[in-house]
């Protein structure tokens, strides 16, 4: 918002100015092409450091997945797991591109925070798996038929497809599937919302919130702990 303030300011004016115009206006496109070029470059160097995050799980995935009794697991919900794995990828990817870290007592109590999520995340799988709630096999393959085509398509999906392969010595099916799991969850969630929407339709009904309704989900569900 604040550089979209700025642009039209100086579109401004320019347009009231007449002496000395063409000088302003170089120097002022020559700023913008700065501060694109500057945009691009930290757009790449983000896109960078998530590909170097994106590798070193999708390995730490393909281990878990070979060596299942070497998982750490921090949780438990029904049959839904919450790995060390997975907090340390999402403490990770919060800070991508930034050069102060919090410090200790602080990155502790949000990977507390990313712990609860992610265990109330597992309930609402669990929830949705004794539901009726988890997508069928041919809605995820749908969507993994679709993932490959962007794949193909885009040059940093092919790029980051690539580099996970040649990480992990996956083949594309392979690298593909190791989606299953993230594109059904999501799917899953998508629908519990759903469920949600459709059992308190009402702006009065939805005074009781879809946090409450999770909530409520968790309250039927059995959490096993083992980070303590």
């Known amino acids: 918002m604040k550089n979209r303030i700025l642009?039209?300011?100086?579109?401004?004016i320019l347009a009231v100015s007449i002496v000395g115009c063409k000088k302003k206006k170089t120097t002022i496109d020559s700023k913008k092409e700065q501060d694109a070029a500057s945009q691009k470059k930290n757009e790449e160097e983000f896109k960078n450091n998530a590909l170097e995050i994106i590798k070193k799980y999708k390995v730490i995935q393909k281990e878990n997945?070979?060596?299942?009794?070497?998982?750490?697991?921090?949780?438990?919900?029904?049959?839904?797991?919450?790995?060390?794995?997975?907090?340390?990828?999402?403490?990770?990817?919060?800070?991508?591109?930034?050069?102060?870290?919090?410090?200790?007592?602080?990155?502790?109590?949000?990977?507390?925070?990313?712990?609860?999520?992610?265990?109330?995340?597992?309930?609402?799988?669990?929830?949705?798996?004794?539901?009726?709630?988890?997508?069928?096999?041919?809605?995820?393959?749908?969507?993994?038929a679709k993932l490959k085509g962007t794949i193909n398509s885009d040059e940093y999906e092919t790029k980051k497809a690539e580099e996970v392969m040649k990480k992990t010595g996956w083949n594309m099916d392979q690298y593909v599937e190791s989606y299953r799991k993230d594109i059904a969850e999501t799917f899953a969630v998508d629908s519990i919302f759903k469920d949600y929407k459709k059992k308190y339709p009402t702006k009065e009904d939805q005074k009781y919130t879809f946090q409450n309704f999770l909530d409520e989900i968790m309250s039927g569900e059995q959490v096993e702990r083992f980070d303590k």
């Open 7 to 12: 642009l039209i300011l100086i579109t401004f």
């Open 65 to 144: 997945e070979e060596n299942p009794d070497k998982k750490v697991i921090l949780a438990k919900v029904g049959d839904e797991e919450v790995l060390k794995s997975d907090i340390d990828f999402v403490m990770e990817s919060r800070y991508i591109g930034k050069d102060n870290l919090p410090d200790e007592e602080t990155q502790k109590k949000e990977r507390d925070v990313i712990l609860e999520n992610m265990i109330q995340k597992a309930g609402a799988i669990s929830y949705a798996k004794k539901n009726g709630l988890y997508p069928s096999d041919e809605d995820i393959n749908k969507a993994l």
